[in-house]
């Protein structure tokens, strides 16, 4: 996750006072774009990913690996009116993909 998606977080996480929940999947309206919620329970079918004490991500049915290549959590301003919490704070999350050993 980068820095700037780190500190997105830690907002949200502040403001909110509840756990948080990311979820990358293969969605519908903004592909594989990263959703952050409130109060989440994650599916069955769900893989956690990654976990620290603001935030756990989950990939959902995304698909194959692609070698040599790690996923990097990103955000960018964005006026968007996804239902993803971040977009309240006029940002929205990112998955870019980086030359593993770049992150």
């Not at 990263?34 to 995304?62: C, I, K, Q, R």
């Not at 990103?74 to 971040?86: G, P, V």
């Amino acid at each position: 996750m980068s820095e700037t998606a780190r500190d997105l977080v830690a907002k949200v996480a502040a403001d909110k006072g509840t756990p948080l929940c990311m979820v990358i999947a293969n969605g519908c309206c903004d592909g594989t774009a990263p959703y952050l919620y409130a109060n989440m329970t994650p599916e069955l079918h769900w893989t956690l990913v990654m976990e620290d004490d603001l935030v756990s991500v989950y990939t959902g049915n995304l698909g194959p690996d692609v070698p040599g290549m790690d996923v990097l959590i990103d955000a960018r301003r964005d006026l968007s009116d996804s239902l993803s919490l971040e977009s309240d704070y006029g940002y929205r999350f990112v998955v870019r993909f980086v030359e593993s050993g770049n992150l």
